[in-house]
C-alpha cells in the first residue's frame, strides 16, 4: 500500500504527491467572490440529489441524507458561519467539503454524474438569471421616475442642442421621454438575452455527458429552467450568456452617463437649469459654496469599469479551445461587478430623479437664444412656395442682420426682414416664438406639447 504522503483536505487530492504550492493555492482561489453564488450551488445540488434519487442512481436514504445536510450548511452560510479556506478553492468544495464533515462519506455521492464544470455555468447561469430579472426591475423604476419628472414638465421649454450648439427649443419632457425610449430598449435587451440564458447546462457532466441514466428535462423544470443546453460541450464551455448581461449593461451604463453628463452641465452655475437634491450631492472641504454633483460623476465614471468588464470578457473568451477551461473562471468577478455597477446605479438614479428642481425660466430664456427659431422662418418661407434651399440661405441673412442689430428673430422689425424677402408677411411673427416653434413639430415623434403629452400617456400604458 502506498499511503498518502501528505493531508489533504482537497476533494481531487488522490494523484498528488506533494502539497500544493501555497501561493498558487491563493492565486487560483475564487472563494473570496464566488461564495455569493451559494444559494444556487445548494438549490442546484439539491434538485441533482433528487434526480438521482428519482432515477434510483443513489439510495433514497442516501439522497434524504445528502439533502438535510445541504439544508445545514446552507443555513450556515446564510449566518454567515461558514469559514472560508484558499486550499478549498471555490464555492462547490466549501458546500461540498462542509456536507462531508455533517454527514460523513455519503456526501460524496452527490458529485455523481456531475461536474465542477457544468455545476458551475448552472449556478452562473441561476445566479445572473435572478440579476437580470433585478436590474429590469431597476430599469421600470427609473422609468416610473423619468416618468413622473416628464408629467410635470411637458410646457417647460428647453433648448434642444446639436454639437451642444443651441438648435431648436423642445419641451423638457420630451427630452426626459427619449431617455423613458433608451431605458425601454435597454429592458428589451436584458428580456431578450434571458431565455437563452435560462438553458441548463447541468447535466453534461465534465464536457462529454455521463454514463448514468440522469433525467436532464426533470432538473431543469425544477430549477425554473426554460431549456437544457444541448450540446454537453458547448453547455460547459461557452460563457456567451455571461458576455451578452455584460454588453446590455454597458449599454444602461451608456444611457446613464449620457443623462449624467446633462445633469452635470444644467446644475452648473453656467447653465442654471437644475439643482440636484441635496441627498445626492455632496460639499467641498475647502470651498464652502460647492455643492457637487457626486451622484451623476460617479454614474459617468463607472461606465467606463463597466465597459472594461465587457472588453476583459470578451477577451478572456477568445481561444479558448472547447471545453472548460480555467480561464473561465475570471468570468465571475467582472460580471459581479457589472451587475452590482448597474444595479447600484440604477437605484440611485430611480431615487434621485423625483428630487431635481427645474428652474424653468433660465430654461425658457436660454432656449430663446441663439435663433432657435431659424428653421421655423426658413419653414415658413418654404410653406410660401421657396425651395428649402433658397429659404435657407435667406433666413442665414436674416440671422446675421440680427446678430448685427443685436435683435432676437422676434424682435426684429417686420420691416427689416421684408427688406431681405418680399414674400415675408405679417403673419410671420406667429411662427417665430419658442413656443410656436415647439407646437409647430406635430409630426409623429416629435416636440409639439399635444404629441408629448400622446407620448407620455403611450408610456404609462407600457409602464401599466
Ligand atoms: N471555480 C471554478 C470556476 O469558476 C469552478 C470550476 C472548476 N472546474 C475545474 N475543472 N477546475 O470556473
Redesign the pocket.
Known amino acids: 500500500m502506498n499511503p498518502k504522503p501528505h493531508a489533504s483536505d482537497k476533494l481531487w487530492g488522490g494523484r498528488f504527491q506533494e502539497p500544493t504550492n501555497a501561493f498558487v493555492e491563493r492565486f487560483t482561489a ?1 472563494i473570496h467572490y ?1 461564495s455569493r453564488l451559494f444559494r444556487e450551488d445548494i438549490r442546484a445540488s439539491m434538485v441533482h440529489c433528487q434526480m438521482l434519487a428519482r432515477q434510483g442512481i443513489i439510495s433514497q436514504e442516501d439522497a434524504a441524507a445528502i439533502l438535510a445536510g445541504l439544508e445545514t450548511v446552507r443555513g450556515e452560510l446564510e449566518a454567515g458561519q461558514m469559514v472560508f479556506r484558499t486550499d478549498l ?2 464555492i ?1 468544495m466549501h458546500v461540498e467539503s462542509r456536507l462531508r464533515a455533517l454527514i460523513g462519506p455519503v456526501a460524496g455521492k452527490l458529485h455523481t454524474a456531475r461536474s ?2 457544468d455545476q ?1 455555468a448552472t449556478d452562473l447561469r441561476l445566479y445572473l438569471r435572478g440579476e437580470v430579472d433585478e436590474l429590469v426591475a431597476g430599469l421600470i423604476r427609473v422609468q416610473r421616475s423619468l416618468l413622473a419628472l416628464a408629467q410635470d414638465h411637458v410646457e417647460t421649454i428647453l433648448p434642444g442642442t446639436t454639437h451642444m450648439q443651441n438648435a431648436q427649443p423642445v419641451s423638457l419632457a420630451h427630452h426626459l421621454l427619449a431617455y423613458f425610449e433608451m431605458f425601454g430598449r435597454d429592458r428589451e435587451r436584458l428580456l431578450g438575452l434571458r431565455p437563452r440564458l435560462n438553458r441548463m447546462p447541468l447535466g453534461a457532466a465534465a464536457l462529454a455527458g455521463t454514463p448514468f441514466p440522469i433525467d436532464r428535462e426533470w432538473v431543469a423544470g425544477q430549477l425554473g429552467f426554460e431549456g437544457i443546453c444541448a450540446n454537453s460541450m458547448d453547455a460547459v464551455s461557452d460563457r456567451d450568456f455571461v458576455l451578452e448581461v455584460a454588453f446590455a449593461g454597458a449599454v444602461i451604463m451608456g444611457h446613464l452617463s449620457r443623462f449624467s453628463e446633462e445633469l452635470i452641465l444644467w446644475s452648473s452655475s453656467f447653465f442654471g437649469f437644475i439643482e440636484l437634491p441635496d441627498a445626492f450631492c455632496t460639499g467641498s472641504s475647502i470651498m464652502p459654496q460647492k455643492k457637487n454633483p457626486d451622484v451623476p460623476e460617479l454614474v459617468r465614471g463607472k461606465s467606463g469599469r463597466v465597459t472594461g468588464h465587457l472588453m476583459a470578457l470578451l477577451t478572456m473568451m477568445k481561444g479558448l479551445p472547447l471545453a ?1 477551461n ?1 480561464d ?2 475570471e468570468d ?1 468577478e467582472p460580471i459581479f461587478d457589472v451587475v452590482d455597477t448597474v444595479g447600484g446605479s440604477l437605484r440611485l438614479f430611480a431615487d434621485m430623479i423625483p428630487g431635481i428642481r427645474v428652474h424653468k425660466e433660465n430654461m425658457a430664456t436660454a432656449a430663446a437664444a441663439g435663433f432657435t427659431t431659424a428653421t421655423d422662418l426658413a419653414d415658413y418661407l418654404v410653406r410660401k412656395g421657396v425651395p428649402f434651399r433658397e429659404a435657407h440661405e435667406i433666413t442665414g441673412r436674416i440671422v446675421r442682420l440680427c446678430i448685427d442689430d443685436n435683435k432676437t428673430l422676434a424682435n426684429l422689425p417686420l420691416a427689416t426682414m421684408q427688406g431681405v424677402d418680399g414674400r415675408i408677411d405679417a403673419d410671420v411673427l406667429a411662427v417665430l416664438t419658442v413656443e410656436a416653434s415647439i407646437n409647430a413639430r406635430q409630426s409623429l415623434g416629435g416636440t409639439a406639447f399635444a404629441r408629448v403629452r400622446e407620448a407620455l400617456s403611450t408610456a404609462m400604458v407600457e409602464l401599466g
Do not use: A, G, L, P
Request: hydrophobic letters at 15%; a neutral charge.
Open positions: 475564487s464566488d478553492e471555490d462547490h465542477r464544470n458551475v472548460y480555467r473561465m473562471q465571475k
